[in-house]
C-alpha cells in the first residue's frame, strides 16, 4: 500500500497579525521546526524592514528558509518550492512537525499544490512590454491586462509591474492567458496533508498593529538598515529593496520625501498590502480562519488534526 503523505501545519495571515510570536509558541507546543513562508526575510541583512525573528525567537525553534539569499540573488516560487520541501523532508526526517509560517499566499499555494511550470522569462520580452508602459504612463498594461485576462489583473494588482509584465510573457509564449494555465493547473500536486490556518484579526486591531510596527521599525534602525544595504551595493531598484519599509526608508534618505510622510505613507501602503493578503487566504480552499487571541483553540485544531 502507498504511504500516506506526511503531515505539516500552515500558519499563514496577513503582515502584522501575530504569526511569528504564535508560530514560536505552537511550535514550542507541539515539537516543530518552522519553516519560513516570507518573501523578504529570505533574504540575508533586512532584518528589521522584513520583521524577521530575533536571534533570540531563533533560539527557542529552529527556522528554516531565512537568510538564504543576498539581496540582489533571484528567487523564484519554484525556488521556494524545491527548497522548502527539502527542508521539511529534514525535519520529517528528524521526527519532528513542519510548520510553515508566513505571509506569501503564493509560495503557499505552490508549497501545498505545486508549481505551475512556465515558460523562462525572455529579456527581450519584458524590454517591449515595459517601453509600451513607457510610453503609455502609468496603468497602461494593467487596463490592457484587465481586457484579455480580468482574473490576472484581479489578482495581480495595478501595482505589480513585474507581474503584469510577466502574464503578457506568458501569453505570447503559450497562446494562453494566465488565468487558464492556472485554473487547468489547479495545483493539483499534493505532497502533503496539511492544516491550514490563517489568522484574522479584526480590522482596527489589525491596523492598530500595522501602526505600532512602523513605528517600532523606524526607531529600531531601518533607515540605518537601508543605508547599510546601500554602502553594500544593492541599489534601491533591487525587487526586495522596492518591498515595504525598505522603499520608504530609501525615499528618505534620498531626500524625496520627510521621515513624516513617509511614515504615513508606510502605515497607508501596508494597510492595503494586509487587505490584499487578506483577501488572498481568504480565497485558499480549506483555509481555516483564527481569532489571534485565541491560541488555546487553535491549538486545539492542531491536536484535532495530528490526532485524525
Known amino acids: 500500500m502507498k504511504d500516506r503523505p506526511p503531515k505539516i501545519v500552515v500558519l499563514a495571515g496577513p503582515t502584522a497579525s501575530g504569526k ?18 516570507d518573501s523578504i526575510q529570505l533574504y540575508r541583512y533586512m532584518d528589521v524592514g522584513s520583521a524577521k525573528p530575533s536571534p533570540e525567537e531563533r533560539a527557542r525553534i529552529r527556522h ?16 521556494y518550492v524545491r527548497e522548502a520541501r527539502q527542508c521539511i523532508r529534514n525535519i520529517l526526517e528528524r521526527g519532528k512537525l513542519p510548520l510553515v509560517v508566513g505571509g506569501t499566499g503564493l509560495y503557499i499555494r505552490c508549497l501545498l499544490g505545486g ?22 504612463g502609468p496603468g497602461t498594461l494593467f487596463g490592457k491586462l484587465a481586457e484579455l485576462d480580468p482574473p490576472s489583473a484581479v489578482r495581480t494588482g495595478p501595482e505589480n509591474i513585474s507581474r503584469i509584465v510577466r502574464a503578457f510573457e506568458v501569453m505570447e509564449l503559450t497562446g494562453k492567458r494566465m488565468s487558464e494555465l492556472m ?3 489547479s495545483f493539483q500536486d499534493q505532497p502533503y496533508r496539511y492544516l491550514f490556518l490563517c489568522l484574522s484579526p ?47 526608508a530609501a525615499m528618505i534618505l534620498a531626500g524625496e520625501t520627510t521621515v513624516e510622510e513617509a511614515i ?14 487578506g483577501t488572498w487566504f481568504r480565497s485558499e ?9 485565541e491560541i488555546d483553540g487553535i491549538g486545539l485544531k492542531i491536536d484535532d488534526f495530528l490526532g485524525g
Open 115 to 136: 508549481i505551475l511550470e512556465l515558460p523562462p522569462s525572455q529579456p527581450a520580452l519584458r524590454r517591449k512590454y515595459l517601453e509600451e508602459e513607457e510610453k503609455g
Open 264 to 277: 504615513r505613507l508606510m502605515k497607508r501602503d501596508t494597510r492595503r498590502y494586509a487587505k490584499r493578503q
Open 183 to 185: 485554473l487547468n493547473h
Open 202 to 248: 479584526s480590522r482596527d486591531k489589525l491596523y492598530e498593529r500595522i501602526d505600532v510596527r512602523v513605528d517600532s521599525m523606524i526607531k529600531g534602525g531601518l533607515l540605518d538598515e537601508v543605508a547599510m544595504l546601500q554602502r553594500r551595493g544593492y541599489s534601491r531598484d533591487l525587487k526586495p529593496m522596492q518591498s515595504l519599509g525598505y522603499r520608504h
Open 20 to 37: 511569528t510570536e504564535i508560530g514560536i509558541r505552537l511550535a514550542e507546543a507541539i515539537n516543530a521546526e518552522i519553516v519560513s513562508a
Open 64 to 79: 528554516h528558509m531565512i537568510d538564504i539569499r543576498n539581496p540582489d540573488e533571484d528567487f523564484s516560487a519554484g525556488d
Open 285 to 293: 480552499p480549506e483555509v481555516l480562519l483564527c481569532d489571534p487571541d
